[in-house]
């Protein structure tokens, strides 16, 4: 199924996402948007007959490290060397108007 791009689809788009294009933008758009969906339908003609579905590019999956707690700071240290306090919590600054 071939999919194209006009520039009624590119209209509706953009009132969706409430954004204007002038008539030349749109025009541009709608081709360079057909230009990547060509690229795309290539991909349809790859031979994928012997090869095996793939979830990552990679075998290695989820390399972690171990957590392991050390040198823990504890509440009351942290807090003494806090230049402004409230009961429990850190006093900083406002940051957002």
Known sequence: ????????LIEDISHLSRLEFSEEDKSEMAD??????????QLNEID??????LIHI?????VMR????ANV????????????KDSDYFRTPKVID
């Open 48 to 53: 994928t007959e012997n090869t095996l579905p």
């Open 32 to 41: 360079n948007l057909n230009e990547i969906l060509g690229w795309v339908e």
């Open 58 to 62: 990679s075998e290695e999956v989820n």
């Open 73 to 84: 700071l504890s509440h009351e240290k942290a807090l003494k060397n806090a230049p402004k």
């Open 1 to 8: 199924m071939k999919v194209t791009v006009d520039k009624k």
């Open 66 to 69: 171990n957590d392991k707690v």
